[in-house]
């Protein structure tokens, strides 16, 4: 039961921080727009989803790469990277400003209840899927290999391969931009000013309305990155990919403390290598099981997180 | 706009005894004519009428009742309610194939088995509340089918076949081609539910509810036992889906885990809040609607789901009281503060 854990510890730590990164951007998504909304963002998993397709249809469509070609080399390879990564965070940030309208807009015009917002959030994270579902006809769509999958190096027995390396080089460039953006720029105070005191923010001038969408947006623009990595390292997505990542990415942010930016990235690089830690222990059919667990553990014992004391000062 | 729900409610109250038992009597008998409609208006094109009169349309309305109990007298959202349904309907798979019980003798353990879970999943989860509780019972649900996946005293992915048929009731058998006699059972299993949750509404249970579902940190204040009666309300809304899963395995006599996946829980509440949160009537007609269509018409069949979440969309953007909304008592209510200032 341990022997395989044992013996490729490395390598799992390795790829499992490459997984951990990804769904720190992912649980960028759940945690900026709870900071701002108090509510969960139900449809940021399908906001993932669609990234992956975005990034799939690139390098197919667009690129004219198959299954089958070779893969790019030099200059070429980082233009389609680079044409890739932007196109599926334009996507998601697309869906999510979408979500925002459809779902949450006019029912925060009208304060009602918490449960109809919630419903509502549902409602459209099953049509997105479904739209998704119909048009792929329920199959996997594989992606074309893009970036060769070299091993660089080898530390400890483990495999240090390219994709992953440039998944933790990337997400984390990325994540470091978003976090100075909300830091530092004018839109990022905003966010925060309205995520500390809404009616505050109000009266110091903050546009509301206009706050919540750049929320939306930067939460869609990282989430839509981590599907980009997503597909690079897995090389496949499917109508569904989205519920897994979404829960265990939400799992993150909730481990990290909800609403807490740096929270999500502990939370992120934790869940990670739980993940791949339990799949090697008890076997990949309970991965999902297990991030439930922690999940619910999590929820019940330490619901503001395992670093949530900073956000919950700024809340109080 | 036209207020459904106030207009039938007032035509209930006009009435006499007589009139109402002739009305509730008349309109039980009415249903249960519905298996002989058969060759009218409201025949399905692509499923036997007989068997979506049963599953979809039966059960869902009876599974809606129950999670109406969950979702909209207590106003907790519960995204996993299809775990209770799926452990009734494995209990029922399981003791039905490997044991000599037949469907009346399981039915109490797979309520039991239900209601059971309810408490271990309610006693934790029950603490946080709103989002997060969503989140926690969305969680449970998918642990209880991975588990009936990965397991092998559950056959894992290829699920569990030769689950018996109910056995015959005063003569009458059970039969998969003319299903006329599960639709009457489904009804007088409805029929229950609706006369237990009529029941509770106006006694204590039902106001704690309601109490809880309008603010729980006023209704603790005033001494009401949330926890106490939030579980109680998770543990019936489980015991009706338990019920609703042990007849659904002894109908469809051959279960496998991907018949009860997240998709289940979300049509079911959507079936709630289509009809009216809350309103049992709603909740039914809502059910009823729902659980027909797709069959009905072909286009709905494929886009099932699509069309369960635009029309969730919808429904709380432009009516989120439902079809039915239940507005006559809170709306008494404000009548009555207002003539009063």
Same mark, same amino acid.
């Given at each position: 039961m341990f022997n395989v854990f044992i013996h490729q510890f490395w390598q799992l730590t390795f790829s499992g921080i490459a997984l951990g990164f990804i769904y720190v951007l992912i649980s960028l998504g759940y945690t900026m727009v709870y900071g701002v909304l108090r509510m969960i963002n139900f449809a940021n998993s399908e906001i993932f989803m669609w990234g992956t397709f975005a990034t799939v249809i690139v390098g197919?469509?667009?690129?004219?790469?198959?299954?089958?070609?070779?893969?790019?080399?030099?200059?070429?390879?980082?233009?389609?990277?680079? #044409?890739?990564?932007?196109?599926?965070?334009?996507?998601?940030?697309? #869906?999510?400003?979408?979500?925002?309208?459809?779902?949450?807009?006019?029912?925060?015009?009208?304060?009602?209840?918490?449960?109809?917002?919630?419903?509502?959030?549902?409602?459209?994270?099953?049509?997105?899927?479904?739209?998704?579902?119909?048009?792929?006809?329920?199959?996997?769509?594989?992606?074309?290999?893009?970036?060769?999958?070299?091993?660089?190096?080898? @530390?400890?027995?483990?495999?240090?391969?390219?994709?992953?390396?440039?998944?933790? @080089?990337?997400?984390?460039?990325?994540?470091?931009?978003?976090?100075?953006? #909300?830091?530092?720029?004018?839109?990022?105070?905003?966010?925060?000013?309205?995520?500390?005191?809404?009616?505050?923010?109000?009266?110091?001038?903050?546009?509301?309305?206009?706050?919540?969408?750049?929320?939306f947006l930067v939460g869609g623009l990282a989430t839509g990155a981590a599907s980009f990595f997503y597909v690079t390292v897995f090389e496949i997505t499917k109508f569904n990919v989205g519920f897994t990542m979404g829960l265990a990415a939400f799992t993150a942010a909730v481990l990290g403390g909800i609403g807490n930016i740096r929270g999500a990235f502990f939370g992120g690089l934790f869940l990670g290598l739980l993940e791949t830690y339990a799949s090697a222990i008890l076997g990949t059919q309970w991965k999902a099981v297990s991030v439930f667990l922690v999940l619910i553990l999590a929820l019940l014992f330490r619901p503001n997180g395992l670093f949530g004391e900073a956000v919950q000062q700024t809340r109080a | 706009?036209?207020?459904? +729900?106030?207009?039938?409610?007032?035509?209930?109250?006009?009435?006499? +005894?007589?009139? +109402?038992?002739?009305?509730?009597?008349?309109?039980?008998?009415?249903?249960?004519?519905?298996?002989?409609?058969?060759?009218?208006?409201?025949?399905?094109?692509?499923?036997?009428?007989?068997?979506?009169?049963?599953?979809?349309?039966?059960?869902?309305?009876?599974?809606?009742?129950?999670?109406?109990?969950?979702?909209?007298?207590?106003?907790?959202?519960?995204?996993?309610?299809?775990?209770?349904?799926?452990?009734?309907?494995?209990?029922?798979?399981?003791?039905?194939?490997?044991?000599?019980?037949?469907?009346?003798?399981?039915?109490?353990?797979?309520?039991?088995?239900?209601?059971?879970?309810?408490?271990?999943?309610?006693?934790?989860?029950?603490?946080? +509340?709103?989002?997060?509780?969503?989140?926690?019972?969305?969680?449970?649900?998918?642990?209880?089918?991975?588990?009936?996946?990965?397991?092998?005293?559950?056959?894992?992915?290829?699920?569990?076949?030769?689950?018996?048929?109910?056995?015959?009731?005063?003569?009458?058998?059970?039969?998969?081609?003319?299903q006329k006699l599960f639709f009457w059972v489904v009804l007088v299993m409805i029929l229950l539910t609706i006369w237990m949750i009529r029941r509770l509404s106006i006694r204590r249970p039902g106001r704690a509810w309601e109490a809880i579902r309008q603010d729980e940190d006023a209704a603790q204040l005033m001494g009401v036992p949330t926890l106490k009666y939030k579980i109680w309300s998770f543990v019936l809304g489980a015991a009706v889906a338990g019920a609703a899963g042990v007849l659904f395995a002894s109908k469809t006599l051959f279960i496998a885990p991907e018949m009860f996946t997240l998709n289940v829980s979300i049509l079911i509440l959507c079936c709630v809040v289509f009809g009216g949160i809350g309103n049992i009537w709603g909740v039914i007609a809502g059910a009823a609607i729902l659980g027909y269509l797709p069959d009905r018409i072909r286009f709905i069949a494929d886009a099932r789901l699509l069309v369960f979440g635009i029309i969730l969309v919808a429904v709380m953007n432009f009516r989120p009281d439902g079809l039915l909304p239940r507005k006559k008592r809170e709306k008494a209510l404000i009548e009555k503060a207002g003539t009063q200032k």
């Open positions: 197919r469509d667009f690129f004219d790469y198959t299954l089958t070609s070779e893969p790019v080399h030099g200059v070429k390879l980082v233009l389609v990277l680079l #044409v890739s990564l932007l196109a599926s965070m334009a996507v998601s940030g697309i #869906v999510a400003v979408f979500v925002e309208f459809v779902a949450y807009r006019r029912l925060r015009a009208r304060g009602t209840n918490r449960l109809a917002t919630l419903i509502s959030a549902i409602g459209t994270s099953i049509a997105l899927a479904e739209v998704m579902r119909l048009l792929t006809h329920s199959r996997p769509t594989g992606a074309p290999r893009i970036l060769e999958k070299v091993i660089l190096a080898e @530390v400890w027995g483990a495999n240090i391969r390219l994709d992953n390396v440039l998944t933790i @080089v990337a997400a984390g460039i990325i994540f470091v931009l978003l976090e100075r953006f #909300v830091k530092l720029s004018r839109m990022g105070k905003a966010i925060r000013a309205a995520s500390m005191n809404e009616d505050a923010a109000k009266l110091m001038g903050v546009n509301l309305n206009q706050v919540i969408t750049a929320t | 706009m036209l207020n459904l +729900r106030d207009a039938g409610a007032s035509i209930w109250e006009k009435s006499n +005894r007589f009139q +109402r038992t002739l009305i509730s009597v008349g309109t039980i008998a009415l249903v249960a004519m519905l298996p002989f409609a058969g060759n009218t208006i409201l025949a399905t094109p692509i499923a036997a009428y007989g068997a979506v009169l049963v599953y979809p349309v039966g059960m869902f309305v009876l599974m809606a009742l129950g999670l109406n109990i969950v979702v909209g007298k207590s106003g907790l959202l519960d995204l996993g309610y299809v775990a209770f349904f799926a452990i009734g309907a494995y209990t029922m798979a399981i003791l039905g194939s490997r044991t000599t019980l037949n469907t009346w003798e399981i039915m109490p353990i797979g309520i039991a088995l239900a209601m059971f879970s309810g408490v271990l999943l309610g006693l934790p989860s029950l603490r946080v +509340r709103g989002d997060y509780l969503a989140i926690v019972t969305l969680g449970f649900g998918e642990i209880v089918r991975l588990v009936f996946l990965n397991s092998t005293w559950s056959n894992g992915p290829n699920g569990v076949s030769g689950i018996p048929l109910p056995p015959d009731i005063l003569g009458q058998q059970f039969k998969l081609e003319d």
